[in-house]
């Protein structure tokens, strides 16, 4: 008679982010300290919860400034994905609710921020299908595909859908830019701008200083293959779209990209190599990076009260003020 194993015995573990017992508990060490849709008193910003499916129990948050003074003014749509490399954040943690309550504060948009599935539960592409669904869902607002019932009014009453952007930092800008790479194919849909923010992009090879720091290499090394065991590939266009056979980035449908990268960041050479492969590639839009410079990866996450965070934040607001240029 075959015993089963004990539920507190380790199967596997990515530290710094999680332990994977083989009773199917997985046990995350980032911090999960949820703060509810609220009124935020020092930015005035209201943000609320709203349930895509109840079915995958994907949902969004909200975020709506202070500023509107009737229901016919129009604001820019920021879609916003966090990052965690696949595995661990969310929407609703203080670190990412202060983000997006202080971009939403100072750009004067309006924000979704997607609580997509994660990693190991839900391997890629699990986080791209929830993400491209909350998408599908925002930009069905603008053509009153919706019953009333089922609208957003936020969306509905307050949304420029002419000016939408993508953003996300880390994983999260990986997924806004795979998404990006969708959206002129399979919806007709031409955004306005698509900002990334210390992307999570990888390859077999090293470039650049990644050989350098071998230990940080050695780490990213093995998110892709953990997250995405179906095509451990870590030149698979999802995670390495400078690829010599991948689809070619021609196809990024927006106007505008800005890139962020960090000085002391292992992924700081992938988004140079990104801006620099986008701007030869032969797409009719402007690319635009910026460097901060002795800082590491997501460093206004951590230290958002930092001056160089509150720069960085700025420059992604002066970004999503952009309007969209006009045809000669």
């Known amino acids: 008679m075959e015993s089963s194993m004990p539920e507190n015995e380790i199967d596997h573990e990515f530290l710094p982010y999680l332990r994977v017992y083989k009773g199917g508990c997985v046990e995350r060490f980032v911090p999960d300290d949820v703060i509810p849709a609220s009124v935020d008193p020092s930015t005035g910003v209201s943000s609320k ?90 930009l069905s607002h603008s053509s009153g595909q919706k019953d009333e019932d089922q609208t957003e009014p936020w969306l509905k009453n307050h949304a420029d859908f002419d000016r939408v952007f993508l953003a996300g930092d880390s994983s999260g800008a990986n997924i806004a830019h795979n998404l990006a790479m969708r959206v002129r194919a399979e919806l007709g849909v031409e955004l306005l701008g698509l900002a990334l923010v210390h992307p999570y992009f990888w390859g077999s090879e090293p470039i650049g200083s990644e050989a350098t720091v071998p230990s ?12 995405c065991p179906s095509n451990p590939d870590n030149d698979d266009p999802r995670i390495n779209p400078m690829a010599a056979d991948g689809p070619t980035l021609v196809g990024l449908g927006c106007t505008r990209v800005l890139v962020f990268v960090a000085g002391k960041d292992v992924l700081r050479d992938r988004g140079w190599l990104y801006y620099e492969t986008l701007a030869k590639s032969g797409w009719s839009g402007v690319v635009e990076i910026t460097e901060t410079e002795e800082e590491d990866h997501v460093f206004h996450i951590y ?25 000669p």
Do not use: M
């Not at 290499?217 to 997250?227: E, G, L, Q, T």
């Open 49 to 138: 919860d709203v349930v895509l499916s109840t079915d995958s129990g994907v949902s969004v948050r909200l975020y709506l400034p202070p500023s509107l003074t009737n229901i016919n003014h129009k604001l820019p749509l920021l879609i916003y994905f966090h990052g965690g490399a696949f595995l661990v954040a969310s929407p609703f943690i203080s670190k990412y609710h202060h983000l997006l309550n202080s971009l939403v504060a100072e750009a004067n948009v309006i924000a979704v921020s997607v609580d997509y599935r994660r990693a190991p539960e839900h391997p890629i592409p699990v986080c791209y299908d929830d993400s491209w669904a909350a998408l599908q869902w925002a």
């Open 216 to 227: 940080k290499k050695s780490f990213v090394d093995r998110i892709w293959p953990y997250v």
């Open 303 to 327: 230290r958002p009260e930092s001056e160089k965070a509150r720069d960085l934040v700025t420059g992604l607001a002066q970004f999503l003020n952009l309007e969209r240029p006009t045809l």
